[in-house]
């Protein structure tokens, strides 16, 4: 569970060495406390229990203890724990923290005893390729994406979920730079696997990026019928930023379709499961629908609070982009 292993060979055997070990050890009447500790020294197990205490404490709406956790877990740990702290960091809007992160991964991968042709080092170049393709550079993003997948056995089933991850990476760089039938091609080759391996949760990923895909081809009953498929399946389960994102969907589609008013329950929710989970980046993104739809439908007071909002928060990350688009909204308020 702590230590990278390059195939379930190398984690029979390690698994086997380790339990001879402990044999010997309880045999003797006396005592022993045993450390789970690698070569390398570091306290993988704490710091793989700080980790996951950090990720549900942002789960549960509290984002800066969380975020002392990753924090703490990143300084003690691998690089599971660096990439834990990136994914926080890139969702708090700070990408140059997120990338240096994953760059610490990377280097630990290179530098330890981890195995390069391994899921988690594919998992650390797919996670800095995301957030070239965040940062508007998505030509590097495709080509490190690519790269990433020549990492993995897909013989292997933790290696098949990484490699639906980096597929949902490829696809939306593809989305970025306007190849919609390449985009197609990698959501459709992730939904497949995952149907297969029927998780429901990474299906609603697949059905996320779809919908995203066909909002972008305005095949708009195409991708309410995703959104809609994704929104149902995901309210029986605890929220995360994939339910967020379906909701921003839902809101998205209703407000190209001409029916803002039946995208503001979708827009608050979106909004209120982003702020439980301290994704800086989602709320905002909420707040600009909200913004939009509430213009939309007539209603400028709420969407100027809501546009003003969005302004403070994309301002506040230097995110300028997010600024020049609520901005726009401002503006042309009384159209």
């Known amino acids: 569970m702590y230590e990278a292993v390059a195939d379930a060979r190398e984690l029979k055997n390690k698994l086997k060495e380790r339990l001879l070990t402990w044999e010997v050890l309880a045999s003797s009447k006396i005592p022993r406390h045993i450390e789970l500790l690698p070569s390398s020294g570091r306290d993988v197990l704490h710091a793989a229990n700080l980790r996951l205490r950090g990720e549900k404490l942002v789960e549960l709406g509290q984002a800066d203890a969380g975020r002392i956790a990753l924090r703490e877990a990143a300084t003690l740990g691998g690089p599971g724990e660096h990439l834990a702290y990136a994914r926080f960091l890139a969702r708090d809007g700070d990408f140059d923290g997120a990338y240096a992160s994953t760059q ?30 965040r940062v508007g550079r998505d030509v590097d993003a495709i080509g490190r994406l690519r790269q990433a997948l020549t990492l993995l056995d897909e013989r292997d089933a933790f290696g098949q979920k990484v490699r639906c991850r980096i597929l949902d990476e490829l696809g939306l760089a593809y989305l970025k730079v306007d190849d919609l ?48 498929e994704a929104v149902m399946t995901l309210r029986g389960m605890p929220p995360t930023a994939l339910h967020a994102n379906a909701e921003v969907l839902g ?23 982003n702020r439980q989970i301290g994704n800086r980046r989602g709320e905002a993104i909420s707040l600009k629908l909200l913004a939009q739809c509430y213009r939309a439908s007539g209603r400028r007071v709420e969407a100027e609070a809501y546009a003003r909002a969005c302004l403070e928060l994309n301002e506040s990350m230097r995110n300028t982009q997010g600024v020049q688009e609520a901005q726009w909204i401002l503006d042309h308020l009384n159209e």
């Open 104 to 133: 610490h991964a990377i280097d630990q991968i290179l530098d330890g005893a981890s195995h390069l042709y391994s899921p988690l080092a594919a998992e650390a170049f797919a996670a800095q390729a995301g957030l070239l393709r």
């Open 181 to 228: 039938p390449m985009a197609r091609r990698n959501f459709d080759d992730a939904l497949m696997a995952r149907r297969h391996a029927g998780n429901e949760l990474d299906v609603c990923q697949s059905l996320v990026n779809l919908a995203r895909l066909e909002v972008r081809a305005k095949n708009l009953q195409m991708a309410a019928d995703y959104a809609d």
């Open 251 to 273: 809101a998205q589609v209703r407000l190209r379709q001409g029916q803002p008013n039946d995208g503001l329950p979708f827009g608050e929710r979106a909004l209120s499961l």
